[in-house]
DNA sequence: GTCTATACGGAGATAGAC
DNA sequence: GTCTATCTCCGTATAGAC
């Protein structure tokens, strides 16, 4: 790994505490612990404890609404599209679990102009998402069950990957693509 | 609605504040609020702060707890194990899906006795869930992808529909139940 | 059952020495 | 770049009057 900017060591060892606890049980002295210096020594880093969470949370969606826009852009049908939507939730997943759990539980601690911006991005790629499977079921590729409750359950097992790829040993990225393509896809039965 | 005692009123409006804010970030103030009062009165009902919590999410926890074990003790086969506990998430969900958001999310706040006993009740469950599928798979009832992401995928699904369900507008439990089930067993394509 | 008053600790953040 | 010392505010919780 490249030497990273001391910045950005505090915000990646403020994820994993977010992770733990949530950004509102996390002081700054528990941050400055886990950093091996005093509290105070932090400022002279991060400018407040909200620019750390801000900064986990704005650049991962920043990454998803990119991620989403080259896809739903893309002259692809609904499935290849939602390969690939859940390739990018894997990937963003491998390279950031820490920060997701503060992008999936702790986005309402963001203050005004980053909150409606986040709510904003959210927003969006949501219905980017409803749009994908909308037009899948219009040309038949997706079954026309209850499309609402088809949007809500990918995308919950997808925002919750964080939590659950820790755990599993050696499991290799492209197995769980194509993995959780089936699992998603086709139903377990 | 029949008279509920002062202690449930508070804890009913707690509920809706750590689904909104989670568990840290509410202040007993901020509860008063709710309720109408000044934060020392609610003390002549509670405790403490911390068994407001432990009340929402253990008496959760024993519901899902109770209602997994008569499922997995019933000698239906998989696929109608897999009904029985997509119904009682929507049951539970229905009935307080308030308090499942402190289920979710802030468990990690609990302290000593009733974190282990939460623990242990979750990892049961989970076992038991892992178990139905298992059997199933070996049966035949259940496609033998990868066990552990037809687990995690339905799980995170139904862990989920506390966020999903209050959006819904006039949704008929029994249709959500039907559709649930058809989306998580027989996937979307 | 609710109030006012208050205790006490810990929160985020700053100043200035080294 | 980190430290010590410190500020101010707000957290949970208690005491005791009404």
Redesign the pocket.
């Known amino acids: 790994m490249r030497p990273e900017s001391?910045k950005q060591e505090i915000i990646n060892a403020a994820a994993i505490l977010f992770k733990e606890k949530g950004y509102s049980a996390?002081?700054?002295?528990?941050l400055?612990k886990a950093?091996?210096?005093?509290?105070?020594?932090?400022?002279?880093?991060i400018?407040?404890?909200?620019e750390i969470l801000s900064t986990i949370i704005i650049d991962l969606a920043e990454e998803f609404t990119t991620g989403m826009n080259q896809i739903a852009n893309s002259d692809q049908n609904a499935i290849q599209k939602l390969q690939n939507i859940i390739n990018l939730h894997i990937d963003v997943t491998l390279r950031n679990s820490d920060g997701l759990a503060s992008l999936n539980n702790d986005w309402m601690h963001l203050e005004e102009e980053n909150l409606q911006y986040f709510e904003k991005m959210r927003h969006e790629y949501e219905e980017s998402f409803r749009n994908i499977v909308y037009k899948g079921v219009d040309k038949g590729d997706i079954k026309s069950y209850n499309i609402e409750i088809m949007v809500f359950s990918t995308l919950s097992t997808l925002r919750t990957l964080y939590l659950w790829y820790p755990k599993q040993k050696n499991i290799d990225a492209d197995i769980l693509k194509r993995d959780m393509m089936s699992v998603l896809l086709k139903g377990i039965v």
Chains 1, 2 share one sequence.
Do not use: E, F, P, W
């Not at 996390?26 to 528990?30: A, E, K, L, P, Q």
């Not at 400018?47 to 909200?50: D, L, M, P, V």
């Open positions: 001391r996390v002081t700054m002295r528990d400055a950093m091996g210096i005093k509290a105070a020594s932090l400022y002279n880093h400018q407040s404890k909200q």
